[in-house]
């Protein structure tokens, strides 16, 4: 697939970076080292089976797969950096046209905070979104122990057969239309997960959430509500006042655990909303 050079990195900090074409080693080394670490931390012991990400990801490679998202999770442990959590988001190169890509999570560290997590994932091309799918369809966790690398591309492949269910939900969800209250209420419900609203008001409003980004999300089925919700509450960068009433700016989700939690709580939000109508 020919690829201009206008596409490449339209989003990248010092612990993530997002790309519209695969992503080189050299990007994901300078993002996310812990992805080509070189050895399991010290703290694990002999038992556990040690296969660095990077030869997983090769193996992916050859079976169609590239990276077009990493990030690794911060910390300030000496001796942690290379060890740490990890994701990438994984697109099979016959599945990279149309609005939407089925993508593949795949998490995992070297210091035993997290087990080999492939999940699904779906990338909105028009707002550079990437949403995770609940744990209602894929969500497979591979130990490290035992025949790690072989288990992982089982897994992978269990991710893959989920991709026709997706598809299913959304299309699903394309076909509802709501009323102006029914967004409203989701737009409540989608601020309790990110806010502590029995604490103290949100900064931001429900019909905030609403407000599409673009004129192709401005439609009022559930896909799309569903899909600006996301974006606001994910991207940030909405006016608001905090609990002083001074005025601030939302901070867009830019930590590992946090994106995958909200993310797919959002998801499993969406399909309640969406049982519930049809």
Not at 72 to 86: A, D, L, Y
Not at 128 to 157: M, Q, W
Not at 180 to 201: C, G, M, N, W
Not at 224 to 234: K, M, P
């Amino acid at each position: 697939m020919y690829y201009s050079k206008q596409l490449v990195s339209r989003f990248s900090n010092k612990n993530s970076i997002r790309s519209d074409i695969p992503l080189t080693d050299e990007q994901i080394m300078r993002v996310a080292p812990s992805i080509f670490s070189e050895g399991k931390h010290e703290s694990r012991s002999d038992r556990y089976s040690y296969i660095p990400t990077n030869i997983i990801y090769e193996k992916l490679k050859e079976e169609g797969f590239d990276a077009f998202m990493v990030c690794q999770t911060r910390t300030r442990k000496e001796g942690m950096m290379e060890h740490t959590k990890h994701m990438m988001r994984l697109r099979h190169r016959s599945h990279q046209v149309g609005a939407e890509a089925n993508e593949i999570i795949l998490i995992n560290s070297h210091n035993g905070t997290s087990s080999y997590q492939m999940k699904a994932g779906m990338y909105r091309f028009v707002c550079s979104n990437g949403l995770v799918v609940g744990e209602d369809i894929a969500d497979i966790r591979v130990s490290h122990s035992g025949n790690v690398k072989d288990r992982v591309i089982e897994g992978v492949y269990e991710v893959v057969d989920s991709f026709d269910k997706v598809t299913e939900h959304k299309e699903m969800m394309k076909s509802l239309q709501l009323s102006t209250d029914v967004q409203h209420a989701f737009a409540e419900a989608a601020l309790s997960l990110r806010y502590d609203i029995d604490k103290q008001p949100a900064p931001i409003t429900a019909n905030q959430l609403l407000l599409p980004r673009r004129r192709e999300d401005k439609e009022n089925d559930l896909w799309t509500t569903f899909n600006r919700v996301q974006e606001n509450l994910i991207r940030g960068g909405l006016s608001g006042r905090n609990k002083a009433g001074k005025r601030t700016t939302t901070r867009s989700v830019t930590g590992l655990d946090q994106d995958v939690k909200l993310n797919r709580a959002l998801w499993i939000l969406g399909q309640q909303l969406k049982n519930a109508l049809k």
